[in-house]
């Protein structure tokens, strides 16, 4: 969504400079950028022109059967689940160009000033998405995060359909609760492949809300940006030809199957070392992670009478959530299930 710029300057001192700072605000917000590409990889971006956005989690058809000839077949129905309405919040922030700036025709000082609201509005989206799933966690072996504050806004929504965090040691199935699965292990990446591949196959044995194994098949890896020594250890495993830490011939099972995303604005304490895997597709499949614009950036500009400043004002309507859980996994959890 390109930025709308209202523009209500009509003031002699701003008049010849505002132009080149809404060119300035225009070219920013069309630059793509990191934290563009960390909302493009972790979520769903839809349009909205609702309060929220509610979507359901639905099972598959049981399998074909044989019938008699001249029968007529079963009839069978897509199983509904669980529920969820995912709710905008409006965001704002303002940025002021001082009156002794436009004097001095101090213009790349402005500039970088007019620019800093487009940056912080897209930092703000991949910070809130990036929040909204790495944070709704399990908090002990029988709590669970249902709940984050971001910034003053306490009380957002951060779990999935059942009412679990995203991630869970007990998802239940809708058809019948007393069955549940996980997607969260404390088990550490380790330093060959083996939690890769225990991982992608708990992934792939995934069952949806019928019981139905659902063959889901992992090919993103999302860690945090402050841990290089799991990054180093990642790019070795995904990239190498061999199988790394040994001796042996053998092929590395995992070249060229994974896509890495360090996301930058994941920062990580201590000695923890957590790390998420992903199926893009099936992200998309099951509108896993969902990034509702409810309104892009939208920018007025006015000249303050008290101090003859330039102040832009950036405002927006958005919001983040899940339709369903089974398209990640955390791996390196403080609280989950050992494999």
């Known amino acids: 969504m390109a ?14 400079w505002s132009d080149q700072l809404d060119a300035c605000i225009v070219e920013e917000d069309a630059n793509k950028s990191q934290d563009d590409a960390i909302v493009k990889a972790l979520a769903n971006e839809k349009a909205s022109k609702r309060f929220g956005e509610k979507g359901v989690t639905i099972g598959g058809l049981d399998n074909f059967d044989v019938k008699a000839e001249s029968a007529n077949a079963a009839e069978d129905t897509l199983e509904e689940g669980y529920d969820k309405i995912i709710q905008h919040y409006s965001f704002a922030k303002s940025v002021v160009l001082s009156k002794e700036l436009a004097d001095d025709n101090n213009v790349d000082l402005m500039r970088v000033r007019a620019r800093s609201l487009v940056k912080s509005y897209k930092r703000t989206r991949a910070q809130y998405i990036t929040d909204v799933i790495t944070k709704s966690v399990m908090t002990s072996s029988a709590a669970y995060n249902t709940t984050i504050t971001f910034g003053t806004q306490t009380g957002i929504d ?4 059942d009412g679990m965090s995203l991630f869970h040691n007990a998802h239940p199935l809708h058809s019948d609760p007393s069955v549940t699965q996980s997607n969260i ?8 492949t083996q939690m890769l591949n225990i991982l992608a196959n708990k992934m792939r044995n995934f069952t949806d809300e019928n019981g139905n194994v659902m063959g889901i098949i992992a090919d993103t890896i999302v860690i945090p940006g402050n841990v290089p020594d799991l990054e180093d250890t990642i790019k070795k495993i995904i990239g190498s030809d061999g199988e790394v830490g040994s001796n042996y011939n053998d092929i ?3 070249r060229g199957k994974w896509t890495l995303v360090v996301d930058h604005l994941w920062q990580v ?6 790390y998420i895997i992903m199926s893009s597709e099936a992200n998309k499949d099951l509108m896993g992670t969902m990034f509702y614009n409810r309104l892009g950036l939208d920018v007025k500009s006015e000249v303050k009478t008290e101090s003859r400043n330039l102040l832009y004002n950036g405002f927006s309507r958005w919001s983040a959530g899940f339709y369903n859980w089974r398209h990640m996994i955390m791996g390196g959890a403080a609280y989950g299930t050992t494999s």
């Open 269 to 274: 304490a201590g000695a923890a070392k957590p």
């Open 185 to 192: 292990y404390t088990n550490a990446f380790g330093a060959n």
């Open 158 to 161: 951060v779990t999935a359909p």
């Open 3 to 16: 930025v709308v710029i209202r523009s209500n300057v009509g003031d002699d001192t701003w008049n010849e």
């Open 252 to 254: 590395n099972t995992q």
